[in-house]
Nanobody
Framework: QVPLVESGGGLVQAGGSLRLSCAAS????????MGWFRQAPGKEREFVAA????????LYADSVKGRFTISRDNSKNTVYLQMNNLKPEDTAVYYC?????????????????WGQGTQVTVSS
């Protein structure tokens, strides 16, 4: 088990910012890629961003490029998602997940552990 606990969600106005955090337990955090996904009501889960083991390799969905930044602090077993210029269409439950590989991927089936999610609501 690799418990993942997300935090930092909330209600924000359009144009605002939030930073999500995902804390992981265990000693192998720094070995693996981490990703953020989101699921809006009535929609399928979609990829948001991912980072490789060191943080130097990142992937982003086109919808968030230039607005969101994924980063990680391996000394704290934590991955972050800085979200700027938020839009109402960013409203969703955001999940972090671990991929048992060192390089990132945008495919959710390639991630083996998932957090419980944190709600992000962007008002217009």
């Amino acid at each position: 088990q690799v418990p993942l606990v997300e935090s930092g969600g909330g209600l924000v106005q359009a144009g605002g910012s939030l930073r999500l955090s995902c804390a992981a337990s265990g000693r192998t955090f720094s070995m693996y890629a981490m990703g953020w996904f989101r699921q809006a009501p009535g929609k399928e889960r979609e990829f948001v961003a991912a980072t490789g083991w060191s943080g130097s390799s990142t992937l982003y969905a086109d919808s968030v490029k230039g607005r969101f930044t994924i980063s990680r602090d391996n000394s704290k077993n934590t991955v972050y998602l800085q979200m700027n210029n938020l839009k109402p269409e960013d409203t969703a439950v955001y999940y972090c997940a671990r991929r048992q590989r060192s390089w990132p991927s945008g495919v959710d089936s390639e991630y083996d552990y998932w957090g419980q999610g944190t709600q992000v609501t962007v008002s217009s």
